[in-house]
């Protein structure tokens, strides 16, 4: 995402309200997840930047903590991003010191990806910050319609994984 100025940031999120309180408030779903996951990302942007972290590096950094020492290709595939857009990440991050790359003795072919002592205690800085943009976003809500909006948010991903199952097997391909 682009470095935008404070005052272009207010004019897109006034849009943005505008847009969904005003103009089109029963615009449809889709648009609404979109909109809400992309300022779910514009606040947390703005807070691992004080860490110095870019956005890009987060998806990377919050797989490995779960599973270090993954190939590039796996690491890529977990992120759902282009193993040129990881390789271009994990160079920038090896070269912040966060993670190490290198072959396995009997695998001279694939590339892991290891955390370094550096990368993982970012997980103590940059956790917290995720998670007070949780607090935020979900501000003014009851625990009752959190837990409808986490149940309804499950089911439409698992209704999207099994369309998305069935059109592979339409296709007579292999499950992704």
């Known amino acids: 995402m682009a470095r935008l100025t404070a005052a272009r ?19 449809r779903m889709a648009h609404l997840v979109k909109d809400a996951a992309r300022g779910f ?28 020492g993954l190939t590039q290709r796996a690491l890529s595939q977990e992120a759902g991003v282009m193993g040129s857009t990881t390789l271009i990440a994990l160079r920038a991050m090896e070269s912040l010191g966060y993670i190490r790359r290198a072959q396995m003795a009997g695998n001279r072919k694939n590339m892991y990806v290891f955390l370094t002592p550096s990368g993982r205690a970012l997980k103590q800085k940059l956790v917290p910050l995720a998670e007070e943009v949780n607090r935020l976003a979900l501000r003014g809500l009851d625990e009752a319609a959190i837990a409808t909006t986490r149940r309804s948010l499950l089911v439409m991903l698992d209704n999207l994984a099994r369309d998305n199952l069935l059109a592979h097997a339409q296709a007579g391909d292999r499950a992704p």
């Open 41 to 68: 990302l514009r606040s947390l942007q703005l807070r691992l930047a004080t860490q110095g972290v870019s956005l890009g590096h987060w998806s990377f950094l919050r797989i490995l903590w779960e599973q270090d």
């Open 9 to 27: 940031e207010a004019e897109i999120s006034t849009r943005l309200l505008k847009h969904w309180h005003e103009t089109v408030p029963n615009d």
